[in-house]
């Protein structure tokens, strides 16, 4: 929901961790299509399995060159991968935590340059 707030004034970036693409088993209902159309910096961390939007769909994706997506290896909504992946729940989320971090990072950073 937080995309939707975008044209807000007092918005200056948005981050979305695991965004919900369409309804699981429901491609057909997408609901990114205002991601197409984003003026302002977005990160999308979502998990590459994510039933609401899983990796492999991306392709078919109109994004904003302002909107990046990471991928969170393996993982489902949550980011939690399964236990044959090799990865765990809390190396992702760290992963997540990390990226996110860069992410806000770089918008203060951006700030910082145009005041």
Do not use: W
């Not at 299509?33 to 984003?38: E, I, K, N």
């Not at 769909?57 to 090799?86: I, N, Q, W, Y």
């Amino acid at each position: 929901m937080a995309s939707l707030l975008s044209e807000h004034e007092l918005v200056k970036s948005i981050a979305c961790l695991g965004f919900p693409f369409h309804p699981p088993g429901k491609p057909e209902n997408f609901k990114g299509d205002h991601l197409a159309m984003m003026e302002k910096p977005c990160l999308i961390l979502q998990g590459e399995r994510d039933t609401f939007g899983k990796q492999e769909e991306f392709a078919g994706f109109s994004l904003s060159e302002k909107v990046e997506v990471s991928f969170v290896p393996d993982g489902d909504h949550s980011f939690k991968p399964r236990k044959s992946s090799g990865f765990t729940e809390a190396q992702n989320r760290q992963m997540a935590a990390d990226r996110l971090a860069l992410f806000i990072k770089g918008i203060n950073d951006m700030e910082e340059v145009s005041a």
